[in-house]
């Protein structure tokens, strides 16, 4: 089937990413436990994710206000560069994505990045050239709607001159997130790339279709 637009997640499913190295490089340096600061990363992603903070200082600083410490200005700024650099070290793009990407743009596919993430990934996302591969790039925080919201789905496909959801697909590693696609009326790909930790996969599917590589939208 050639789809008439292709939605794609960003983390695990167009780039591989160890987030858990930079909470466990931050908790050292602040002095708290790893859980603790993987607990304050979890409780403050809702209003991260969804733009609540008006910039990547006061991002972090909810984060580190969840893990009991008090931030100053020079720590904000000293962790910001320590997590530039972390991110920089252990985000990158996986093998096929951007071979499917230009694909789907050389056949007149348009194609968007739909992605929760808060104010750090943007400049991953300018790193890697990602705004020059898709058509658009919707990015949680900055449009107020995380998945599995419909309102983030509706967005990417009303850039993207809305396409008819039943001939679009929307490819991402987490169950939910295709659940919410699915409720709009996109086709789904649950992508399980083998790269992945086997302990982190999903003990149900909800029917979604199983991929492991990219490959597959362009079939």
């Not at 160890?18 to 490089?25: A, G, I, K, M």
């Amino acid at each position: 089937m050639t789809f008439d637009a292709v939605l794609l997640d960003l983390y695990d499913t167009v780039v591989w990413s160890d987030w858990r190295s930079w909470q466990r490089l931050l908790a050292g340096r602040v002095g708290v436990s790893l859980e603790v600061m993987g607990t304050a990363f979890d409780d403050t992603r809702p209003a991260r994710s969804t733009g609540r903070h008006p910039d990547a200082d006061a991002d972090l600083a909810s984060v580190l206000m969840a893990a009991g410490v008090v931030s100053t200005p020079d720590l904000l700024v000293e962790l910001n560069t320590l997590e530039a650099e972390a991110l920089t070290d252990t985000v990158r793009l996986y093998d096929d994505s951007l071979e499917v990407l230009r694909q789907l743009r050389a056949r007149g596919v348009p194609t968007a990045l739909v992605s929760n993430c808060s104010w750090n990934t943007r400049p991953i996302v300018d790193r890697l050239g990602l705004e020059r591969e898709f058509d658009t790039v919707v990015l949680s925080f900055e449009v107020g709607a995380m998945k599995p919201q419909p309102a983030i789905y509706l967005e990417a496909l009303r850039r993207l001159g809305d396409p008819t959801p039943s001939r679009s697909v929307f490819v991402d590693d987490q169950v939910a997130y295709c659940d919410g696609a699915r409720a709009v009326g996109l086709d789904t790909r649950l992508i399980l790339r083998p790269e992945e930790a086997l302990e982190g996969r999903p003990t149900s599917t909800n029917g979604h279709a199983i991929i492991d590589t990219l490959m597959p939208v362009l079939d």
